[in-house]
């Protein structure tokens, strides 16, 4: 099919800076989201725990990635870009943690 491209789904948790520019996730509002890669996200994924910016330019962590079926792209709301910035490793452990916690 033309026009068909890899699709994978990124779950993620927003996150802010603090004072000394360092990216911390928010803890008022540690809710996990899913996005997906589209036609036009620019950059590309290099480990977990990477920020991207979604559509409305919400800052946002990787913490799992999982592949998506082309068919099924339309279930995930598209992000922009991924940049070149990443959260701790700390941070993204504690993360990681509270996903599975809340899988149970």
Aim: charged content about 25%; glycine content about 8%; overall charge positive.
């Amino acid at each position: 099919m033309k026009g068909k491209y890899e699709v994978t789904q990124y779950i993620g948790v927003p996150v802010t800076t603090d004072q000394s520019g360092q990216y911390v996730i928010d803890e008022a509002g540690f809710n996990f989201h899913s996005w997906r890669t589209g036609k036009h996200t620019k950059g590309k994924f290099k480990k977990l725990g990477q920020v991207f910016l979604t559509e409305n330019n919400l800052e946002i962590a990787v913490i799992k990635t999982l592949p998506v079926a082309f068919k099924d792209r339309h279930g995930f709301t598209p992000m922009q870009r991924f940049t070149s910035a990443a959260i701790s490793d700390e941070a993204l452990k504690l993360a990681e943690q509270r996903l599975t916690e809340t899988d149970k």
